[in-house]
Structure formats: C-alpha cells, structure tokens
C-alpha cells in the first residue's frame, strides 16, 4: 500500500494509524498492487508452524483471506447462506426405471460474503485481526512464544500451591517454636 497515496482519505489514515499501532506491515509486492490485492504480516507467529508471522490480504475480487495457516489460505469473509437451488425429486420403478415424483428437493449451500470496496475490506481485515489473532492470542510473548491456555493456568495453580505451601510451612514452624518455647 503506497502511504503518500493514502495520506489524503480520513479512513485508509485511520486504517494506517491502527496498523502502525498494532505493528502490522504492508509486504505487498509491486504485482500484487497491480492486481489490487493487498498483504499485510502480523507481529504474531503462526501457530502451525511457529516459525513465520501471521499473513493476511485483501483481493480485489471482494475475498479477504489469511495467506499461511494451515494447508491453504482460508476466506476470512463472514460466511452466508446461497440462494437456494431447487432439484427434480425422483424415485426408481419396480422396472429400474426413474420417475419424476412431481416434487423438488431444496439445496442450500454456503458462501462467503464479498466486500466489494477496498477500504471496507481493509477495514474488516483489521477489526478480524484484532478480534481473532490480538485478543484470542493475548498470551503470546512479544518474540512470538505461544503459550497454551491450559500450560498457563497449570503454571498459575503450581504457583499458588507453592505459595500456599510456604505459607503453610512458615506457619508450621512457628507452631513448633511456641511449642518448644513452652516446653522449656
């Protein structure tokens, strides 16, 4: 995303203030603007393979999608019912043969909603991020260490049981310097 060109409109300044702000940058390539699509990295590894950062981009043709989790790159568009098609239900004869039964079955699939301008695409892919990889991955470490949920509420409880512990046995020898002093 070339920033001079931006610098003009209220909104890409905005999405520009949000993205210094949460430290995402623009690795669009020279063939990618041409073709209207463009790459931001996140500063937060990929979970997958732990060894490269969060890839997400915008396309021209309306899809917002992220670049590098898992085997292929996955639409990050809000999904949305189709229109619904409508098939010849048929039923086979006693002779092998197939009869139209004089009703339809419905067909509903799923799609993915297109956001057909860009500053509206940017714009999501930013609220998307800061949603599903700032918020839901709050417990990475700034150099991209992920630490499960359940290693850190182990890790938690370990530490309030040693504490407890501690506390436990500085009460305990108290117990036993009254009762020695008592015996004396």
Known sequence: MNRE??????RYEKVLHNMDL?????????RQHKNGTV?????????????TNI?????????VRNQNSGYSNYQLNKRVDNKPEYYKDYKYTERGTKEWTGKYTKFVTRGCKLIPIEIDRLEYLITYCLKNYYIKNANQVVDGNYVSKWRYDNLADAARLDYETKD?????NTIKRIADYETI
């Open 168 to 172: 436990l046995q500085n009460k305990l």
């Open 39 to 51: 790459v931001w990295k996140l500063p937060i590894k990929n979970n997958n393979s732990g060894k």
């Open 55 to 63: 890839e997400v981009a915008s396309f021209s043709t309306g899809y």
């Open 5 to 10: 060109q931006y610098n003009s409109d209220t």
């Open 22 to 30: 949460l430290g995402i940058m623009d690795v669009t390539t020279t």
